[in-house]
């Protein structure tokens, strides 16, 4: 099993920036799609992005494309999450995931990262 943690996150006025980290521990050979998701009450997880472990490829959602970076942190098994140019609509919970396809639903995921608050005010 994939154990995830997550740091960073917190309260950014609109046109800010934040960045989140998730280091991860365990089988870490299993790590492949190591994804970022996002979560408000009442709603489904939403597909963030996702980097490639294997070759660093990375994919977003449209919501985010060109405003969020996501990325790797060698040599520690970590990736982070840059986020710029942020938006009230960006408020949300922010959870790390590694899945074995890489894909943008939740189902193949199955090691998650504990969430992070993130809150954009306008």
């Known amino acids: 099993q994939v154990q995830l943690v997550q740091s960073g996150g917190g309260l950014v006025q609109a046109g800010g920036s934040l960045r989140l980290s998730c280091t991860a521990s365990g089988r870490i050979f299993d790590l492949y799609s190591m994804a970022w998701f996002r979560q408000v009450p009442g709603k489904n997880r939403e597909f963030v992005g996702f980097?490639?472990?294997?070759?660093?490829?990375?994919y977003y959602a449209d919501s985010v494309n060109g405003r969020f970076t996501i990325s790797r942190d060698y040599p520690e098994n970590a990736m982070s999450l840059q986020m710029n140019s942020l938006k009230p609509e960006d408020t949300a919970v922010y959870y790390c995931?590694?899945?074995?396809?890489?894909?943008?639903?939740?189902?193949?995921?199955?090691?998650w990262g504990q969430g992070t608050q993130v809150t954009v005010s306008s």
């Open positions: 995931a590694n899945g074995r396809a890489l894909v943008t639903y939740t189902s193949v995921y199955d090691s």
């Open positions: 980097i490639s472990w294997n070759d660093d490829s990375t």
